[in-house]
């Protein structure tokens, strides 16, 4: 069977809102832009919409040289070309890795904005942090996303969740890299590598395990349990809700809006 790619979404700082594009190129870190930056704590600990809601309201542009945030209206535009000087040991979970504060400017906008005390890193080509796997390859290079380069999202599974939840929930809330269409719900979790015309080349691995962050309005941050509660209901797994589905990239190139995903069992 083969999928059409209907979304592609790349978030650029992690925790901010993505942006939906048209076309990716495929790394094997996760999609080009995809989660090379975060906000960090005075500790190097990463932050997240679990500990800071609202920053699902920090809208995002990809611009020339860049990206433009814009937070209730207040403007910050951040050069792909900064970083400062020395190094910075962050952590993200339980991997411990070294990045670059992006500039002084960027991190005192963002103490502003959100009244807390932080700093915005980004990754370099020496940042190094692997996802060990258990199938092939074993093991992947992965960005500052919380655990796979890749989420990928069906949406029969979509369509399943709204109607048991009786309303239609903004896409944007499970944070997908790709959304395909799908005759069943849950489909994608199924191992399988899935391929485009140009040799590009995804495994999936496992299903994604969701958190609190489902349940935050991307809209306006408030934050309510009835998604995650609903997803419990059938979608648990021990001790775990799955939601989606985690990739990593075998071989790297170009992805389009449109395209088709043939499928090979992994």
């Known amino acids: ?27 094997h870190r996760g999609l080009e ?28 542009k990809i611009v020339k ?12 535009n951040i050069n792909l070309n900064d970083k400062m000087g020395k190094g910075l040991e962050v952590t993200v979970w339980d991997d411990d890795l070294t990045c670059h504060e992006v500039s002084e400017a960027s991190s005192a906008w963002f ?18 942090r692997v996802k060990e796997l258990k199938i092939s390859p074993y093991q992947s290079d992965v960005s500052l996303a919380d655990g796979y380069p ?3 999202l069906g949406s029969a599974s979509m369509e399943e969740l709204n109607t048991r939840i009786g309303k239609a929930i903004a896409i944007e809330r499970f944070r997908a890299n790709i959304v ?39 809209q306006d941050a408030t934050i309510s349990k009835d998604v995650l509660y609903e997803l419990s209901k059938y979608r648990k797994d021990r001790n775990k809700v799955n939601f989606g589905a985690n ?14 995903l043939s499928i090979h069992n992994s």
């Open 33 to 60: 832009h995809d989660r090379r930056m975060m906000l960090i704590d005075e500790n190097g600990l990463f932050l997240s919409q679990r500990t800071i809601p609202e920053l699902a309201l920090f809208k995002m």
């Open 247 to 260: 990739m990593i990239a075998i071989n790297l190139g170009k992805i389009a809006v449109g395209d088709i």
């Open 111 to 128: 103490c502003q904005m959100t009244g807390k005390k932080l700093r915005l890193v980004t990754m370099t080509d020496a940042s190094k």
């Open 180 to 218: 395909i269409s799908t005759n069943e719900a849950h489909e994608e979790d199924k191992p399988m590598d899935l391929y485009n015309k140009n040799g590009v080349q995804f495994r999936v691995i496992n299903p994604c395990a969701r958190c609190q962050v489902v349940s935050i309005d991307p």
């Open 65 to 76: 040289d860049g990206y433009e945030i814009d937070y209730k209206n207040q403007v910050f």
């Open 150 to 152: 890749f989420l990928l």
């Open 1 to 27: 069977m083969d999928y059409k790619i209907t979304q592609i979404f790349i978030y650029p700082i992690k925790g901010l809102a993505g942006v939906e594009v048209t076309e990716a190129q495929v790394m």
